[in-house]
T-cell receptor, first 113, second 116 residues
Framework: EAGVAQSPRYKIIEKRQSVAFWCNPI?????LYWYQQILGQGPKLLIQ????????DSQLPKDRFSAERLKGVDSTLKIQPAKLEDSAVYLC???????????FGPGTRLLVL | AQKITQTQPGMFVQEKEAVTLDCTYD???????LFWYKQPSSGEMIFLIY??????QNATEGRYSLNFQKARKSANLVISASQLGDSAMYFC?????????????FGQGTILTVHP
């Protein structure tokens, strides 16, 4: 069974530019999560989807971050415009359903200069 | 609100020995789940083991076991027969019940180094 796929693996941009990340969850998983992991810290949830609906985006900085999960499968996370403090690893995870074990992708390392 | 505390920033162990990584948690929900993840330098979070709050027995998965002490609110990870490949960051995490939709709350992590 294929795991969670993410791309790109690495991205370097300048502040005020925009960037987008892509995630393909494990086949059949209804729930998809985006986490932000700043160096030296544990991951923090940004947004959670159940199928194609948002169930929790309380920690998403909505003035600059947006996410969507069209057709309840793939998801994209966008940052526009990026700030220096957005430098982090962005992890996508999926689970069969709410409160089930989450399986993570390899992450995207973002560096904002 | 849920909180996970990992008090060991770093741990060292000799190859083939056992090591315990500490985790304490705080929640007011009677129903919750506790997870341990391993994060190698490559960055991927690898699921290791799960313990439910109502599980009567401690969880085990191969060389990993979870020492669950509900009254003390602790969920320590025990790795037996350490291998060089076990060197990584280890995170304890929790999902609480109630109105939580499945958000994982993570601790700060413990870096484990296995010496040959």
């Amino acid at each position: 069974e294929a795991g969670v796929a993410q791309s790109p693996r690495y991205k370097i941009i300048e502040k005020r530019q925009s960037v987008a990340f892509w995630c393909n969850p494990i086949s059949g998983h209804a729930t998809l999560y985006w986490y932000q992991q700043i160096l030296g810290q544990g991951p923090k949830l940004l947004i959670q989807f159940q199928n194609n609906g948002v169930v929790d985006d309380s920690q998403l900085p909505k003035d600059r971050f947006s996410a969507e999960r069209l057709k309840g499968v793939d998801s994209t996370l966008k940052i526009q415009p990026a700030k220096l403090e957005d430098s982090a690893v962005y992890l996508c995870a999926s689970s069969q359903n709410l409160k089930e074990t989450q399986y993570f992708g390899p992450g995207t390392r973002l560096l904002v200069l | 609100a849920q909180k996970i505390t990992q008090t060991q920033p770093g741990m060292f162990v000799q190859e083939k020995e056992a090591v315990t990584l500490d985790c304490t948690y705080d929640t007011s929900d009677p129903s919750y789940g506790l997870f341990w993840y391993k994060q190698p330098s490559s960055g991927e979070m690898i699921f290791l083991i799960y313990q439910g709050s109502y599980d009567q027995q401690n969880a085990t998965e191969g060389r990993y076991s979870l020492n669950f002490q509900k009254a003390r609110k602790s969920a320590n990870l025990v790795i037996s027969a350490s291998q060089l490949g076990d060197s990584a960051m280890y995170f304890c995490a929790m999902i609480a019940g109630g109105t939580s939709y499945g958000k994982l709350t993570f601790g700060q992590g413990t870096i484990l180094t296995v010496h040959p």
